[in-house]
């Protein structure tokens, strides 16, 4: 018996007797949960919660960029060139058109790249699965034009597109209501950040020191915060 079989069997018989009231519909050992809770705190339009989230990712120490989708390949290439980046890792499923504009070299999202070879890294970009505008939060899901979670974890730079207003959310709970549990979440709310007991601040000490936001106009949609 594996360790995990040893503790699944024990958090099994810890259940055993929660009363079947208490169980959610007939999935054995799960308790039900009241969801009555405010999914949104205020009422806001979507240009106002796009600005809310921009706000909150430059409180966390991001760096917030802003353009439409024809500028796109030219801001981000911008980008790549004041921070000197010669390389920049690419995931599989990334526009190709985003990069068009870059002249840095496009390293690919590779299953036997070493911690090494990704920390030689000058950049990378990705894209985002959904950001929540109340907590300045940016969720990675492992999806192609995100790659796998540890290219945004050891290069020192991290260019992430959020596309506007479609990727927006205003509140935690609407953006767990887009994700898949079963993917590899990665939750982001700025650079990789830690304090001693001092509270004396160093960033990169988990995950890139520099966190790069673009925010890109798209078509307009649905009112992002109802």
């Given at each position: 018996?594996?360790?995990r079989?040893?503790?699944?069997?024990?958090?099994?018989?810890a259940?055993?007797?929660?009363?079947?009231?208490?169980?959610?519909?007939d999935?054995?050992?799960?308790?039900?949960?009241?969801?009555?809770?405010?999914?949104?705190?205020?009422?806001?339009?979507?240009?106002?919660?796009v600005?809310?989230?921009?706000?909150?990712?430059?409180?966390?120490r991001?760096?917030?960029?802003?353009?439409?989708?024809?500028?796109?390949s030219?801001?981000?290439?911008?980008?790549?060139?004041?921070?000197?980046?010669?390389?920049v890792?690419?995931?599989?499923?990334?526009?190709?058109?985003?990069l068009?504009?870059?002249?840095?070299?496009?390293v690919?999202?590779?299953?036997?790249?070493t911690?090494?070879?990704?920390?030689?890294v000058?950049?990378?970009?990705t894209a985002?699965?959904?950001?929540?505008?109340?907590?300045?939060?940016?969720?990675l899901d492992?999806?192609?034009?995100?790659?796998r979670?540890?290219?945004?974890?050891?290069p020192?730079?991290?260019i992430?597109?959020?596309?506007?207003?479609?990727?927006?959310?205003?509140?935690?709970?609407?953006?767990?209501?887009?994700?898949?549990?079963?993917?590899?979440?990665?939750w982001?709310?700025?650079?990789?950040?830690?304090?001693?007991?001092?509270l004396?601040r160093?960033?990169?000490?988990?995950?890139p020191?520099?966190?790069?936001?673009?925010?890109?106009?798209?078509?307009?949609?649905?009112?992002?915060?109802?």
């Amino acid at each position: 018996m594996s360790s995990r079989e040893r503790i699944l069997g024990r958090v099994r018989r810890a259940l055993a007797d929660v009363p079947a009231a208490e169980r959610q519909d007939d999935t054995p050992y799960k308790q039900a949960v009241p969801r009555d809770y405010v999914r949104v705190h205020g009422d806001r339009s979507v240009a106002e919660t796009v600005d809310l989230l921009a706000e909150n990712l430059a409180d966390y120490r991001a760096i917030v960029h802003r353009c439409t989708a024809g500028d796109l390949s030219v801001t981000i290439a911008g980008m790549l060139a004041a921070r000197g980046a010669k390389t920049v890792l690419v995931p599989p499923g990334l526009d190709a058109k985003w990069l068009s504009a870059a002249e840095a070299e496009r390293v690919p999202d590779l299953a036997g790249s070493t911690p090494d070879e990704l920390d030689r890294v000058d950049s990378v970009v990705t894209a985002c699965a959904v950001a929540v505008a109340e907590t300045g939060t940016i969720v990675l899901d492992g999806s192609p034009d995100q790659g796998r979670r540890r290219i945004t974890l050891v290069p020192d730079h991290h260019i992430c597109v959020v596309r506007v207003p479609e990727q927006v959310v205003s509140s935690v709970p609407q953006a767990l209501e887009r994700l898949d549990p079963a993917r590899p979440l990665t939750w982001i709310s700025g650079p990789s950040a830690t304090s001693d007991i001092e509270l004396d601040r160093v960033e990169g000490v988990h995950g890139p020191r520099t966190l790069e936001v673009v925010l890109v106009d798209g078509q307009e949609s649905a009112d992002v915060s109802s």
